[in-house]
Structures are given as C-alpha cells and as structure tokens.
T-cell receptor, first 111, second 112 residues
Framework: KNQVEQSPQSLIILEGKNCTLQCNYTVSPFSNLRWYKQDTGRGPVSLTIMTFSENTKSNGRYTATLDADTKQSSLHITASQLSDSASYICVLNTGGFKTIFGAGTRLFVKA | DAEITQSPRHKITETGRQVTLACHQTWNHNNMFWYRQDLGHGLRLIHYSYGVQDTNKGEVSDGYSVSRSNTEDLPLTLESAASSQTSVYFC???????????FGPGTRLTVT
C-alpha cells in the first residue's frame, strides 16, 4: 500500500468552478506536507507547505488543509482557471531528505 | 535569475548504451536530487547529494550512478541502459533538508 495516496486520479471541471483534491497518508508524524503543481512537460512547483501542527495554508486561489487525526490533506481550488489544468502532487517530508510523493491528481479545466 | 536546467530534454538510446543526463543549478544549493517519474507512480528518488564529493543512493538506484565534482552540477549516468529505464527524469535542488525542492524541466529518456 502506498504511503501517500491521492484521489481522484483525474478530474474534469468547468472553468470558474471550485474543486477539492484529496491526499491520504499513513506516515505520522512528518516534518511537512507540500502540495506541488506540475504543468505538462515541466517540473513540479511548490504551492503550499504545512507543518504537522498546521491546519490550513492558502496561496491565492489555492487552500490546503490538514487533518492529522484522520491523516488527510486536501487542496481546494477556487474559481478555477484554464491555467489550473495540471497535475497536483501531495508530498510528505518525513525527516531529513526523506520525501514521499503521491502519484498525483490530473486536473483538466474546460472552457 | 537563478535556475536549474537539464539536458538533453529528450533522448532516445539503445539498450546497453551508456547515457549521461546533465543537471546544472545556479542557486548555489548544496543539496541536489535525481528522480524518475513514471505513469501511476509518484516521483521516485534515484540518487542525492548533500554537497561536493557526497553522493547517496535513493530507493531506485540500481543501474544509475552520479558524481558531484562541484556545487552546480550533478550528472546522472545510466551505465548500460535498459528498457525499464524509459522514463522522465527530474533533477532538483534545495537549500536545506526540509526546504522546498526546485525542479528542473525534466528529460524524457526512451530506451529502445
């Protein structure tokens, strides 16, 4: 079983709509949890970072939440734009350089 | 502006050939990483380096090697390319252990 599992695998939404991506993990505790955005043909770029004790972190239209009790994180995208079409990756840093990457959710925003 | 670059961006090679993928960063970060990304999998760590002359194996290091002769570069070598090494390879660097990693644009390698 993967230590970081993301759902859904892919998602199609209309421009202007909101969406929420899920990340379930089994590793606990951890140093931090990041959400990365990866555009097609590009490397991942960090969107948000939360430590084990934080509950929420925002970056513009992106809001990440963390529930340490249920071992879940979510990334909420508000008022989606065509440029939000990308893969979103949940990443746990468990200490030092040990990082665990989820397989990602592929988001398609349609006009 | 500081950046991290990879070359080539695309490479097709034959089974058994030696291949070297280049990674160059201008942030002066001590820490550099190589990952591979395959469909259905998260990024998987191949090798990493804490600084000059330091190299360490990641979770999928078999068939790969790296060397760190200066701060800016961490080339990844496939000693004898295999079809299972067809993948997209990403290089990354970071200033600290739990800091954000900055990723290069990736190299798509096809082994035929």
């Amino acid at each position: 079983k993967n230590q970081v599992e993301q759902s859904p695998q892919s998602l199609i939404i209309l421009e202007g709509k909101n969406c929420t991506l899920q990340c379930n993990y089994t590793v606990s505790p951890f140093s931090n949890l990041r959400w990365y955005k990866q555009d097609t043909g590009r490397g991942p770029v960090s969107l948000t970072i939360m430590t084990f004790s934080e509950n929420t972190k925002s970056n513009g239209r992106y809001t990440a939440t963390l529930d340490a009790d249920t071992k879940q994180s979510s990334l909420h995208i508000t008022a989606s734009q065509l440029s939000d079409s990308a893969s979103y990756i949940c990443v746990l840093n468990t200490g030092g350089f040990k990082t665990i990457f989820g397989a990602g959710t592929r988001l398609f925003v349609k006009a | 502006d500081a950046e991290i670059t990879q070359s080539p961006r695309h490479k097709i090679t034959e089974t058994g050939r030696q291949v070297t993928l280049a990674c160059h960063q201008t942030w002066n970060h001590n820490n550099m990483f190589w990952y591979r990304q395959d469909l259905g999998h998260g990024l998987r760590l191949i090798h990493y380096s804490y600084g000059v002359q330091d190299t360490n194996k990641g979770e999928v290091s078999d068939g790969y090697s790296v060397s760190r002769s200066n701060t800016e570069d961490l080339p990844l070598t496939l000693e004898s390319a295999a079809s299972s090494q067809t993948s997209v390879y990403f290089c990354a660097s970071s200033p600290g252990q739990i800091s954000e990693q900055y990723f290069g644009p990736g190299t798509r390698l096809t082994v035929t």
